[in-house]
């Protein structure tokens, strides 16, 4: 089956990557200014898996180059002996880890980008402050918050349809919420026009659309992440590292006249993302699917079990992978705004890097290890096969004085 065209990456764009951290060995010791207790770490890595029982410590007030999560988030990592150690010689390690692993040219984009979002927030004015602090009971329905409460597998599925494999679509978002959201968003983009603020749209495919994370919502939309998606993900996708979720990239996109029509077939730069329609009225603008690929085999063929089309309706979430191959077919009519989270897992990236086999999430990976199997069993009967034939004739060959004195 053929595709849509070949699969593109929709990545935000370069001046606006940020906090794409991932988890290294830690670097060769230096002495100098480190923190007291901090000699036991030069000998230890670490952990491959997080340590989920640990309760990370507060890092919200930290400003640097690194969002607070990622703080939290590696601080499960740290060798169990440092666990205990105090905040400051824990802050200063990781802080180590991550500017080891960070180029010093990625730093410098998250510091342009930084300063960006500061001339925003100091001169645009919010039009509902009421959305930039985490109200679950304003901000979803209540069957999803059960859902959420009652934290199983059993109680998501319960409000949740799965059409085709890892695709999950469930109603989430109140009207009004969505009504609140989109009024905020066209008065961020007045405040554009009127001062003519230029901005980074959300990615390189969209040239409509607005990164919320650039205007004040990014604390809101952690919270929305950790609280309410994390749950999800974690039970849904650990193999992309759905449990490990530490960083968001949040944004709006617009189709429509005079706006992005369609969105070609891509894979998105998220391990998990959340797309969720505010309205307004439109029709077409369906969601296209065509199965789950690694980097190798992106632009593989379709089988046709992996094909499905979403229709997209108002305050309805729909879940996938970032590496879940989709697109958008043209919106025919009105105006389509969603939101989208893309959700990121640190770990992940990183462990990813030393993997070749993706047979636990990538179809056509799956694929070819089921048929190195197959040809396996095969040859193995072949060579068993030839085995009795050979022994066979060898039998028959073989004077029966011999084989008397041979069994006797």
Same mark, same amino acid.
């Given at each position: 089956?053929?595709?849509?065209?070949?699969?593109?990456?929709?990545?935000?764009?370069?001046?606006?990557?940020?906090?794409?951290?991932?988890?290294?060995?830690?670097?060769?010791?230096?002495?100098?200014?480190?923190?007291?207790?901090?000699?036991?770490?030069?000998?230890?890595?670490?952990?491959?898996?997080?340590?989920?029982?640990?309760? &990370?410590?507060? *890092?919200?007030? /930290? @400003?640097?180059?690194?969002? &607070?999560?990622?703080?939290?988030?590696?601080?499960?990592?740290?060798?169990?002996?440092?666990?205990?150690?105090?905040?400051?010689?824990?802050?200063?390690?990781?802080?180590?880890?991550?500017?080891?692993?960070?180029?010093?040219?990625?730093?410098?984009? /998250?510091? @342009?980008?930084?300063? *960006?979002?500061?001339?925003?927030?100091?001169? *645009?004015?919010?039009?509902?402050?009421?959305?930039?602090?985490?109200?679950?009971?304003?901000?979803?329905?209540?069957?999803?918050?059960?859902? +959420?409460?009652?934290?199983?597998?059993?109680?998501?599925?319960?409000?949740?349809?799965?059409?085709?494999?890892? /695709?999950?679509?469930?109603?989430? !978002?109140?009207?009004?919420?969505?009504?609140?959201?989109?009024?905020?968003?066209?008065?961020?983009?007045?405040?554009?026009?009127?001062?003519?603020?230029?901005? +980074?749209?959300?990615?390189?495919?969209?040239?409509?659309?607005?990164?919320?994370?650039?205007?004040?919502?990014?604390?809101?939309?952690?919270?929305?992440?950790?609280?309410? %998606?994390?749950?999800?993900?974690?039970?849904?996708?650990?193999? /992309?590292?759905?449990?490990?979720?530490?960083?968001?990239?949040?944004?709006?996109?617009?189709?429509?006249?005079?706006?992005?029509?369609? !969105?070609?077939?891509?894979?998105?730069?998220?391990?998990?993302?959340?797309?969720?329609?505010?309205? =307004?009225?439109?029709?077409?603008?369906?969601?296209?699917?065509?199965?789950?690929?690694?980097?190798?085999?992106?632009?593989?063929?379709?089988?046709?079990?992996?094909?499905?089309?979403? +229709?997209?309706?108002?305050?309805?979430?729909?879940?996938?992978?970032? @590496?879940?191959?989709?697109?958008?077919?043209?919106?025919?009519?009105?105006?389509? +705004?969603?939101?989208?989270?893309?959700?990121?897992?640190?770990?992940?990236?990183?462990? =990813? =890097?030393?993997? =070749?086999?993706?047979?636990?999430?990538?179809?056509?990976?799956?694929?070819?290890?089921?048929?190195?199997?197959?040809?396996?069993?095969?040859?193995?009967?072949?060579?068993?096969?030839?085995?009795?034939?050979?022994?066979?004739?060898?039998?028959?060959?073989?004077?029966?004085?011999?084989?008397?004195?041979?069994? %006797?």
């Amino acid at each position: 089956m053929a595709l849509d065209g070949p699969a593109e990456r929709r990545d935000e764009p370069q001046s606006a990557m940020g906090n794409g951290n991932g988890v290294a060995p830690p670097p060769p010791s230096r002495s100098a200014g480190r923190p007291p207790g901090a000699a036991a770490y030069t000998d230890q890595r670490l952990r491959l898996n997080p340590n989920l029982e640990h309760n &990370p410590q507060d *890092y919200s007030d /930290v @400003r640097g180059e690194y969002a &607070p999560a990622v703080y939290s988030a590696l601080e499960r990592h740290l060798p169990p002996s440092l666990l205990d150690s105090n905040r400051e010689t824990k802050l200063q390690l990781m802080r180590e880890v991550l500017g080891h692993y960070w180029p010093q040219g990625e730093r410098n984009k /998250v510091q @342009r980008h930084k300063e *960006y979002r500061q001339k925003i927030l100091h001169q *645009y004015k919010p039009l509902h402050k009421d959305l930039y602090k985490m109200r679950p009971s304003s901000f979803f329905l209540p069957t999803f918050l059960e859902a +959420i409460r009652t934290n199983t597998e059993e109680g998501f599925k319960s409000i949740m349809t799965e059409p085709v494999p890892g /695709v999950y679509s469930f109603a989430m !978002l109140q009207p009004s919420f969505c009504e609140m959201l989109l009024q905020e968003v066209e008065n961020f983009e007045k405040w554009v026009h009127a001062t003519k603020f230029k901005i +980074i749209r959300p990615n390189t495919m969209n040239k409509y659309g607005a990164v919320l994370d650039d205007f004040g919502l990014e604390v809101m939309l952690t919270q929305f992440m950790e609280q309410f %998606i994390a749950p999800m993900s974690t039970v849904f996708y650990p193999e /992309v590292g759905g449990g490990t979720l530490d960083t968001h990239h949040a944004f709006v996109v617009e189709y429509g006249k005079d706006r992005d029509v369609e !969105l070609g077939f891509h894979v998105d730069d998220s391990e998990v993302t959340l797309n969720v329609c505010l309205g =307004k009225h439109f029709s077409g603008g369906e969601l296209y699917f065509r199965g789950i690929r690694c980097d190798t085999h992106v632009n593989s063929e379709t089988q046709h079990e992996e094909m499905y089309d979403y +229709i997209h309706v108002p305050g309805r979430a729909v879940l996938h992978r970032g @590496r879940h191959r989709h697109g958008a077919r043209p919106t025919s009519s009105g105006l389509r +705004i969603n939101l989208l989270l893309w959700c990121r897992s640190s770990v992940f990236r990183e462990m =990813k =890097k030393y993997q =070749k086999d993706f047979s636990g999430w990538c179809a056509e990976c799956k694929r070819e290890k089921r048929e190195r199997q197959i040809h396996a069993v095969k040859a193995t009967k072949l060579v068993n096969c030839h085995l009795c034939k050979t022994v066979y004739y060898m039998l028959l060959l073989t004077p029966c004085s011999i084989l008397i004195r041979f069994f %006797i």
